[in-house]
């Protein structure tokens, strides 16, 4: 029957099962986990349950705003609001892997596959993914829906398929912009507009979710309402929303008129992208990919790649990480998504007034105003060797097993390079915003110098737990996002745990103080030698294939 329906819409079935399959193996196939596993998964999709569990979490923030609030049309509208965010945080990165690659043309240029063949793939690749995300999301809030108002599981369905029609609403609306956008702007500087764009809708979302986060925290949250009237047909969210208002028979003619123009945007972006998504817009997309930029002014070469790291595989570490962060978008936004996160943790912690106390002076108001800021330092360690380990251009790697360099070696460099261009500038930051509210600056030096020695202590960990040469595996969609989460958990509980007895036991005496440094301090030392083992053991199993 499928294939029957196929070829009334001139899709050869064969070529469409295998490019999908082709698709969604090449997308999902490794995960985090499954990657680190000798033996290969026996799931077909390891990566889908990784978006799964992720995005779950967002969907359970949003079900406690589901059962405090008790205005549908309110709770519906932030609900896929955040859910057309997230899409479209995922899709303006991940655009060419999702939708259509400039490697389509290249690989697929040469066979007998028709236009229509090619769309209905990249369209179902497309769905498949936004499926996952969506369904992750909705599926608790949906739950709580139909249990919300009386059993109404009319009401859990139309909440699911405004989640979806939102979905697909933003990803056409992400193709028409991008092919629009693209004969304007070269297609590199196109993706680097979209990777900073995606930094200003997290920053959003992060704080969206800790406004809403406050607002429940106040009982502000379930007194909240929005009244659907005219005017709420120029807000998108709204024309998906009222699906769930229809599902229960309020305003129902203005409800349809919601979401006749929702699907009527929707199947004009549908229409437009049938007319742009084929072999022939993956050969202008090649071609530009190929092109140059532009020239640019030739920057003075520098004598030394970074301080500290002049000879040697620290040196190769550190010119490689250095280059990576200026040409690789995806891992330059892996190291900045961490700025609007200690803005936002900072902002909260400051909203209550007074300042962030002295650890020294008053340890029980410093940890209550400072402990979301340890939560973005214990993640910062996690996300930059996440990133560090897979990249777009994990083939280069090969150079690493040709070369006559100690493997091991390297990753202890990528190890020390993370730490002093990126992790100690940050710590130092935070001793800047510390120095603005301490009583003395001696108790900055030394709370400075103990979260150094902590955030080393991390990366120690993380390099001895999971060491990998740097950039030299290939990236997959969903790949980090659990074993992230899971890492900042542990890093997250460690650190507030560590802190929390540091500022309450420690701190309140100089010779405990003393001691606690000279600890740290041998315990660095200690963990170093136990990594260079680790990782001198582990290095002698890496291999390009892997």
Excluded: C
Excluded at 240 to 267: D, E, N, Y
Excluded at 287 to 306: H, I, N, Q, V
Aim: proline letters at 4%; zero cysteines; aromatic letters at 12%.
């Amino acid at each position: 029957m499928i294939n029957r329906l196929l070829t009334a819409f001139d899709i050869d079935p064969v070529q469409f099962r295998a490019l999908l399959s082709t698709s969604l193996k090449t997308d999902f196939r490794t995960g985090i986990f499954a990657s680190s596993r000798r033996k290969p998964s026996k799931r077909r999709f390891p990566g889908l349950w990784q978006i799964a569990v992720f995005y779950g979490f967002l969907g359970l923030v949003l079900s406690f705003i589901i059962i405090e609030n008790n205005d549908l049309f309110f709770t519906g509208t932030v609900m896929i609001t955040f859910v057309m965010f997230s899409v479209a945080t995922s899709m303006l990165v991940e655009f060419q892997s999702i939708v259509v690659s400039p490697d389509d043309y290249t690989v697929l240029a040469h066979r007998p596959i028709s236009s229509r063949t090619f769309f209905a793939s990249r369209m179902a690749n497309l769905l498949t993914y936004l499926g996952v995300i969506t369904a992750a999301i909705g599926l608790i809030p949906s739950v709580v829906y139909s249990f919300r108002y009386g059993f109404r599981p009319q009401l859990a369905l139309a909440s699911m398929l405004g989640m979806l029609g939102a979905s697909l609403l933003v990803a056409l609306f992400i193709v028409f912009l991008y092919v629009n956008l693209m004969h304007l702007v070269h297609p590199k500087k196109l993706r680097r507009m979209f990777s900073y764009l995606q930094l200003v809708l997290s920053f959003l979302v992060y704080g969206s979710g800790m406004i809403f986060t406050t607002l429940l925290k106040e009982e502000v949250l379930g007194g909240m309402r929005l009244q659907q009237e005219i005017w709420t047909l120029l807000l998108p969210p709204t024309w998906f929303a009222s699906l769930m208002q229809l599902a229960v028979g309020h305003k129902v003619w203005l409800s349809l008129a919601s979401i006749l123009t929702g699907a009527g945007v929707t199947l004009l972006l549908s229409l437009y992208a049938y007319g742009k998504l084929s072999l022939e817009y993956a050969a202008i997309l090649s071609r530009l990919d190929e092109s140059s930029e532009g020239s640019k002014t030739p920057a003075r070469r520098r004598k030394a790649a970074a301080p500290l790291f002049g000879r040697n595989e620290g040196r190769a570490a550190a010119l490689l990480i250095r280059n990576q962060f200026k040409y690789d978008m995806k891992f330059r936004l892996s190291v900045l998504a961490i700025i609007p996160l200690t803005i936002l943790y900072l902002l909260t912690g400051l909203s209550s007034g007074g300042g962030l106390a002295d650890p020294f002076v008053n340890p029980v108001e410093h940890f209550e105003k400072a402990n979301l800021l340890y939560f973005a330092m214990a993640f910062f360690p996690v996300l930059l060797l996440a990133s560090m380990a897979r990249s777009d251009s994990w083939q280069a790697s090969w150079i690493f097993h040709a070369t006559p360099s100690d493997k091991g070696k390297l990753v202890l460099a990528m190890k020390d390079v993370l730490m002093v261009l990126f992790v100690l500038p940050y710590v130092f930051a935070l001793g800047v915003i510390f120095f603005m509210y301490f009583d003395n600056y001696q108790h900055v030096v030394v709370h400075v110098l103990v979260l150094s020695l902590l955030s080393h202590l991390i990366m120690q960990i993380l390099v001895m737990a999971n060491p990998y040469l740097p950039f030299s595996r290939p990236l997959r969609k969903g790949e980090r996002t659990t074993g992230v989460f899971v890492g900042i958990v542990v890093a997250a509980v460690g650190m507030t745990i560590i802190i929390n007895i540091l500022t309450r036991l420690i701190y309140v005496s100089q010779i405990s103080t003393g001691i606690a440094l000279v600890v740290l301090a041998v315990m660095t030392i200690l963990f170093e030698k136990l990594a260079a083992e680790r990782v001198q053991k582990k290095s002698r199993l890496f291999q390009f294939d892997q």
